[in-house]
């Protein structure tokens, strides 16, 4: 049995190319990034997997998360319009001065 240091581990490891699912995951983060663009920034991972299945990059919900995360990619929330006055009432309105 041959033992190996430390930085020689960590050298191998530094000097392995990159895997299969390495390389698919960045061609997906770049698919990703194109159709967030491409839908306004509105689309969470539930509504981007269709779009990129479409696209030929068919990936689960879970991969497209993590991968949105990484790339702290986050989609815009649309808020609900609160009315805060009521001008329906028999209440006096003061001047306008």
């Given at each position: 049995?041959?033992?190996?240091s430390?930085s ?6 530094d ?33 981007l ?10 990936a ?6 993590r ?28 001047d306008?001065?």
């Amino acid at each position: 049995m041959r033992l190996m240091s430390r930085s020689g581990g960590y050298h191998a490891w530094d000097e392995r190319p990159t895997s299969k699912r390495a390389q698919a995951d960045a061609r997906l983060c770049v698919a990703i990034r194109a159709a967030h663009q491409r839908t306004r920034q509105t689309y969470g991972a539930e509504r981007l997997q269709p779009e990129l299945k479409a696209d030929g990059f068919p990936a689960s919900v879970g991969r497209i998360k993590r991968l949105r995360q990484e790339m702290n990619l986050r989609c815009k929330q649309k808020r609900r319009f609160k009315a805060t006055t009521n001008s329906n009432h028999k209440l006096p309105v003061a001047d306008n001065l």
